[in-house]
């Protein structure tokens, strides 16, 4: 039985199955063979691994500390690889069990952001009169303000929690999102398949969700990595000025009491560069992944390598 009679046996469903496999798999081909995007996935696969089996890993009664067992900035040692904070814990147990707020909150604020620069974006960009033009001069608005201080005023209105965190960084950040999907809807808005649809009597939501949105979200996917990497920083930042969840331990926090405790002016490096190296590979991770993507999901990235 030739492969065309078996094709054709096949349902739809099974055929739109088939051909979703098969550009995954050419997907994944393309990214395999971006050495740097392939390095970003397997340090970010490294420490989503460490935040996931953090319980494995370290034992959580080392957070707290009441039960710190350590020195005052004791150097590292064979009990303490990394050395200790100022109230006797193991910066290593810190660092493991920071690794799960650090990405927690750059994660579920990146999806915060995604969504609403996505909504924003496709409206503004497929929809004509006042609609359209009261959603991007809002986008403007936004992208004007300068970040930190408003991600300042909103955590000091909001609280200091985890979750206002995530939130505060994810209400802030989704302009950049909103007019990159615009542009690619008004381009989308223009192609021929689209006003077929309009012809043959499409509305307008089958439009956006069967036609502008599946040939925007290459371009979401990727922007979202690149989203992951500013709000881990915006997060550390935020706890580094004290205005993260002081009940939790983040990798923004370690830096903020290094800080006042005068890590550096007392040669105390242990408690102060792990953290950081840590920031700056995770940001290198999502950075390099993103570039990849981008660079799979738009031929001519590719073409002017």
């Not at 952001?113 to 960009?125: D, F, Q």
């Not at 033009?133 to 005023?153: D, G, H, S």
């Amino acid at each position: 039985m030739s492969a065309e009679t078996a094709t054709a046996r096949l349902t739809p469903a099974q055929v739109s199955r088939q051909r979703r496999a098969a550009s995954l798999r050419r997907t994944w081909k393309q990214f395999r063979a971006n050495r740097a995007g392939m390095f970003g996935l397997v340090l970010l696969v490294f420490f989503v691994l460490v935040a996931v089996l953090a319980p494995l890993l370290a034992d959580p009664a080392g957070l707290e500390v009441t039960k710190a067992t350590g020195g005052v900035l004791e150097a590292p040692s064979a009990e303490f690889p990394l050395g200790t904070d100022d109230t006797g814990r193991s910066v290593l147990t810190l660092l493991i069990w920071g690794s799960r707020i650090s990405l927690f909150v750059g994660l579920f604020s990146t999806a915060i952001s995604m969504v609403i620069g996505t909504l924003i974006g496709l409206a503004s960009g497929f929809f004509e009169g006042w609609t359209a033009r009261m959603l991007f001069r809002l986008t403007e608005w936004f992208l004007v303000i300068p970040f930190l201080p408003l991600a300042i005023v909103l955590a000091s209105v909001l609280g200091q929690s985890l979750l206002n965190v995530a939130i505060v960084i994810g209400v802030t950040s989704w302009p950049g999102t909103a007019l990159l999907i615009r542009s690619q809807t008004l381009s989308i808005k223009e192609r021929p398949y689209l006003e077929r649809a309009r012809v043959l009597g499409a509305g307008r939501w089958h439009q956006m969700s069967r036609h502008v949105l599946p040939n925007v979200m290459p371009m979401v996917f990727a922007n979202t990595t690149l989203t992951v990497a500013v709000a881990i920083i915006s997060e550390t930042t935020l706890s580094f000025l004290g205005l993260g969840d002081p009940t939790r331990v983040s990798w923004g926090s370690m830096l903020e009491d290094a800080f006042s405790v005068g890590a550096m002016t007392t040669g105390a490096w242990w408690f102060i560069v792990p953290p950081g190296v840590c920031v700056v590979l995770v940001v290198l991770s999502f950075t390099l992944v993103g570039q990849a993507l981008e660079e799979v999901f738009n031929p001519r990235l590719r073409r002017s390598r």
